[in-house]
């Protein structure tokens, strides 16, 4: 005679214990993947927010409008761009300082609000982290004084208005919702040149600083790179966020650049030529 198994069934009660612990554990890996995915973008430098993608509304936005560039700042009128002062900007130095495109966010009786229009290069708010005013920043002094003896000429640094002790600045949250309507409009390119010193991308597009503080302690807000603002801030001394310059400028200022394109027809250079051609 065979044996009857003697078993007995799982109670009910273990059986959802021993389910639910198993959900738990896989809840568990899911967020510990979750967290090594996003820790991985975080650098030495800054408490990096947590990444976004493209929202799908920007599709949804009108696209901006057709920017065209004029050969006088009194020609120009709000969303046009202006050449004024030269930037190293290709990435290759060997070539000489390229030309700087402004977009005229303002014009008001005889003065012009420009933005660069792209990013043309990166630095952090303040090399040390600390809750540091702006006027005391050294990305204010680097404006105010490298950025501006590299970029113009005297004639040129003349022509850019002095406001309240500042010739040049970055713009605030503010400022960049009064000018930019769409989020999409806010995201901006960097110079090769700001992507060689460090500029963080993502879609091609960079993030770049804002005048505002952040939340968090020792941040500043910027802009993000799908063209977001970015209230939250990241660590004044983060070394990846690039720097578009905004000023005020006099609309009869002219650039002093166009010779950088002129071939040289110096004196000594026509003898040259006509030397060489006689022989």
């Not at 660069?116 to 630095?123: G, H, I, M, N, V």
């Not at 939250?232 to 394109?261: F, I, Q």
């Amino acid at each position: 005679m065979a044996k009857k198994n003697s078993a007995k069934p799982m109670p009910l009660a273990v059986a959802i214990l021993i389910a639910v612990g198993a959900l738990a554990l896989a809840a568990a890996f899911l967020i510990y993947l979750f967290d090594v995915n996003t820790q991985g973008e975080a650098t030495d430098q800054s408490d990096v927010s947590f990444e976004q993608s493209f929202a799908d509304e920007s599709s949804l936005e009108p696209p901006p409008e057709q920017v065209i560039v004029k050969e006088t700042m009194a020609d120009a009128a709000v969303g046009d761009a202006v050449v004024f002062g030269t930037y190293e900007q290709n990435g290759n130095g060997s070539d000489g300082a390229e030309k700087i495109e402004w977009i005229v966010l303002e014009k008001f009786d005889d003065k012009l609000l420009l933005i660069s229009r792209e990013c043309l290069d990166t630095k952090p708010i303040n090399e040390a982290r600390s809750d540091v005013e702006w006027k005391d920043s050294t990305l204010f002094a680097w404006l105010n004084g490298d950025f501006m003896q590299t970029a113009f000429s005297e004639s040129e640094m003349a022509s850019v208005i002095e406001n309240d002790g500042v010739k040049v600045t970055i713009p605030s949250a503010e400022e960049v919702g009064k000018y930019y309507e769409y989020d999409s409009w806010r995201a901006a390119d960097a110079t090769e040149f700001a992507v060689n010193n460090g500029a963080r991308l993502q879609n091609g597009k960079c993030w770049w600083w804002l005048l505002d503080k952040g939340e968090i302690a020792s941040s500043n807000s910027y802009v993000y790179f799908n063209g977001t603002i970015r209230t939250d801030g990241l660590s004044v001394d983060y070394k990846s966020v690039a720097v578009r310059p905004m000023m005020w400028v006099s609309s009869s200022a002219e650039t002093e650049t166009e010779h950088l394109s002129q071939p040289d027809v110096s004196e000594d250079a026509s003898e040259e030529v006509s030397e060489e051609a006689s022989e």
